[in-house]
């Protein structure tokens, strides 16, 4: 194994270690925009759709990266205007 | 590593942190939207910077680029739309959507990218496998959930026989892709089995076991995200995904305990018909009481304290408003109320709880399983509108189909009323046990109509 790939495995089972103990404290209540606002982080594969772009010079990889893009814009924009939609909606009493 | 370059990972660095903040944020209600927004700007923050490192690379030619502004304007706009559109009831089905569409990204970089090293080619064939997998399943999740694909349990003839042959697929172009340099092929060929085996594998799930399939989709989802950050090479891609995977994966155990029913007969399929069948009333229970709204919103009024419990059916009539407003019609008479709900009331975890904010139901109000337990045994009326299983006393006991099954203890309060349609079954196919305990009295309609009868009862006959 290089060096590289043990410390992508190292951030990766730490990140996995620190939203088990961030995540599991989220009460019921608050689940489904918990889901949808973690779907919106996932979002962040945007960041690695543009990494990709850098590397596209073919007809093929254009369509590929378009579809790519669109998916990954989709899924970030939405992902947090929904989640801030359900969380306002959350009131107190007062 | 150049001064640049090194700035670049330090910002990264904080829009991670951002994301871990974000969530948890979210342990409280009060604190959840800033939280949200806390991850957002640490979104916005990454894709700015990763601007910058396309912009002064210079590497991405003019086609690319109009590829990648195209893509992400058009892909923004209609993430824009659906999520401004879309009604809380209609939730579970656009989260589905946004969840198919982040695996598919994810897939398709590994598709897109030509793997330099054997780590890249391992990662990228998982990356692929997963995101594709979870595209397809997520879209027909999706599709159950929203009615243009029946929520019935569909088998498929020869299912597992064509998901094994499909995992033998995966698995040989697996090793084409890393021991053989099968590249781009051999890449295509993985995602084509895993696509299919994605809509094989959720097309037998039935409505009742969607909240655990998409909480696993979701998990899904974190991984491939993951992996194409493995492929990329890319630390923000590797915590963001591994965070999500997570947090599926936390939901996917609470829900199927809360199921009571183990994941891998879950994924097997055939439960759960999407919708109770309606039964004629009278049918199936021996002895059961029935009450008028009149006399049921007479009792409710002059309670001391009252307990909704909330379950698929009034989420299915759409009645939450209707709920709402009889609690708050209660709570002017100065009777105590709050709101039971059972981890699985709703079709994705928590849906409940935004169905019933979005009704301005207060959230000091909304109750866990974990939180309402102990109150029942001083609550005057436990009023039970469209939940069955999840309140059925059977499931203390050993040797039936609900048994162990966590359940709220209604049938502990003083007395029930049940607003239900018929006594047809819940997904787990027995009796309630609860509809003839003498303390029980049944409120025989739609959640919506039966719960306008009972704030006309209200208003009349209550003063």
Same mark, same amino acid.
Request: proline residues 8%; aromatic residues 6%.
């Given at each position: 194994m290089s060096p590289l790939l043990l410390a992508d495995l190292t951030v990766f089972t730490l990140g996995l270690l620190v939203g088990f103990e961030v995540i599991s404290k989220v009460p019921a209540t608050l689940h489904t925009p918990l889901m949808s606002g973690a779907n919106a982080i996932h979002g962040v594969v945007l960041v690695g759709v543009m990494l990709l772009a850098a590397t596209i010079s073919t007809p093929a990889g254009y369509a590929l990266l378009t579809v790519a893009a669109f998916f990954a814009a989709m899924n970030v924009a939405g992902g947090y205007v929904v989640t801030d939609r359900m969380l306002a909606m959350f009131r107190s009493r007062s | 590593m150049s001064a640049f370059d090194t700035i670049v990972h330090l910002v990264y660095l904080a829009c991670a942190t951002a994301f871990v903040i974000g969530l948890h944020l979210m342990n409280a209600p009060a604190t959840a939207r800033r939280g949200n927004q806390v991850s957002a700007a640490g979104m916005g923050l990454a894709i700015v910077t990763t601007v910058v490192v396309l912009a002064e690379g210079g590497r991405i030619n003019a086609y690319a680029a109009w590829a990648l502004g195209l893509g992400t304007a058009g892909g923004a706009v209609a993430g824009l739309v659906a999520a401004r559109r879309v009604r809380m009831t209609a939730m579970p089905q656009l989260v589905s959507l946004f969840n198919a569409v982040g695996g598919g990204a994810a897939a398709l970089i590994a598709l897109g990218e030509h793997p330099a090293s054997t780590q890249a080619e391992v990662t990228g064939v998982l990356d692929v496998l997963i995101g594709a997998l979870t595209f397809s399943g997520s879209l027909i999740a999706s599709g159950k959930l929203a009615g243009r694909v029946p929520g019935r349990p569909i088998v498929v003839r020869y299912g597992r026989l064509i998901s094994f042959g499909l995992a033998v697929v995966a698995a040989v172009m697996a090793v084409l892709v890393v021991g053989f340099d099968g590249g781009a092929p051999a890449l295509w060929g993985a995602a084509a089995a895993a696509l299919a085996a994605g809509v094989l594998l959720t097309l037998p799930i039935g409505g009742a076991d969607m909240p655990v399939v998409i909480s696993l989709l979701n998990a899904c989802t974190g991984t491939a995200v993951a992996m194409a950050g493995f492929v990329l090479g890319s630390t923000p891609l590797i915590i963001a995904g591994a965070l999500v995977g997570a947090a599926g994966a936390i939901l996917t155990k609470l829900m199927a305990d809360a199921m009571n029913r183990p994941i891998g007969a879950i994924i097997a399929g055939g439960y759960g018909t999407g919708d109770a069948v309606a039964v004629a009333a009278g049918s199936g229970s021996s002895s059961v009481r029935e009450i008028t709204a009149d006399d049921a919103a007479i009792q409710l009024a002059y309670a001391g304290r009252v307990v909704i419990v909330p379950g698929y059916g009034l989420a299915a009539a759409q009645a939450q408003h209707e709920a709402v407003a009889l609690a708050q019609a209660l709570t002017e008479r100065g009777v105590e109320v709050s709101y039971a709900i059972h981890p699985v009331a709703g079709r994705m975890p928590g849906h409940m709880n935004v169905l019933l904010?979005?009704?301005?139901?207060?959230?000091?109000?909304? !109750?866990?399983?974990?939180?309402?337990?102990? +109150?029942? #045994? *001083? &609550?005057?009326?436990?009023?039970?509108?469209?939940?069955?299983?999840?309140?059925?006393?059977?499931?203390?006991?050993?040797?039936?189909?609900?048994?162990?099954?966590?359940?709220?203890?209604?049938?502990?309060?003083?007395?029930?009323?049940?607003?239900?349609?018929?006594?047809?079954?819940?997904? !787990?196919?027995?009796?309630?046990?609860?509809? +003839?305990? #003498? *303390? &029980?009295?049944?409120?025989?309609?739609?959640?919506?109509?039966?719960?306008?009868?009972?704030?006309a009862g209200l208003s009349a006959y209550a003063k």
């Open positions: - | 904010a979005e009704a301005n139901a207060p959230y000091e109000q909304l !109750a866990d399983l974990e939180e309402s337990n102990p +109150g029942f #045994p *001083r &609550t005057d009326v436990a009023l039970v509108i469209g939940a069955n299983d999840v309140t059925n006393p059977a499931a203390r006991r050993p040797g039936n189909p609900v048994s162990g099954m966590p359940i709220l203890d209604v049938d502990r309060a003083k007395s029930v009323i049940v607003i239900k349609r018929s006594l047809g079954h819940g997904y !787990a196919g027995i009796d309630n046990e609860l509809y +003839g305990d #003498p *303390r &029980t009295a049944m409120l025989f309609a739609d959640a919506k109509a039966g719960l306008g009868a009972l704030l």
